[in-house]
Structure formats: C-alpha cells, structure tokens
Nanobody, 123 residues
C-alpha cells in the first residue's frame, strides 16, 4: 500500500523556520516528480514546490527565495525547508508523488497524496 506521511508542521512566529518531511512507503518514487501543495483557510489548494527525478526544482512565486524543496531517494524522503515564514503561509501542507518525472505545478499530474500537516504562522 502506497503511503505518503508528512511531518514537521507546527506553530511558529513570523520570520521563523520549519522543515517539513514526507516519508514515502509502498514503492520507490525515485523516478517520480515530488511536490508540495498547501491549502489555507478558506482557500483553494495551491502549488508550492516541486522537484523532478533529476533534482530540478520549481517554486510558486510567493515562496521563491524562502522555501527549498529537496529529496533523498535512498530514504524515499522529500523535504520542504521553509524560512522567513509569513502569516500568509499558514495552511495545511500536502506532499504528493507525481505520475511524471519532470517538475509540474498541476495537481492532476500527481497520483498519491499525504494527509497533510498543519503549519500556523503567528504575527
């Protein structure tokens, strides 16, 4: 059974940092793009960051320069380092595994999703 499990969320003050982790199990995702999405209160789910099979990355404009996505294929893990957090970053963050190998911002290109981890940034 394929599972993606996020961890590392929590409450942090504006300007602080958090590191989210996503543990994949059930199959290897080394050939898949991996992504992070988020859904804020009262908002639609939105793309945050993606990393390709070849370690290329792509970010939403709102997080560029503050967030860094990375992956460790040996551990079947994906990470999202979030720095200089802002109250508008408050959301549930979801990890996703793509059916494609290249970076993609389209949630329809992702087959598997985690349950999400809450990130709350206080002002």
């Amino acid at each position: 059974q394929v599972q993606l499990v996020e961890s590392g969320g929590g409450l942090v003050q504006a300007g602080g940092s958090l590191r989210l982790s996503c543990a994949a199990s059930g199959r290897t995702f080394s050939n898949s793009a991996m992504g992070w999405f988020r859904q804020g209160p009262g908002k639609e789910r939105e793309f945050v960051a993606t990393i390709s099979r070849g370690f290329s990355t792509r970010y939403a404009d709102s997080v560029k320069g503050r967030f860094t996505i990375s992956r460790d294929n040996a551990k079947n893990m994906v990470y999202l380092q979030m720095n200089s957090l802002k109250p508008e970053d408050t959301a549930i963050y979801y990890c996703a595994a793509g059916r494609v190998s290249y970076t993609t911002v389209t949630d329809g290109n992702y087959d598997y999703w985690g349950q999400g981890t809450q990130v709350t940034v206080s002002s």
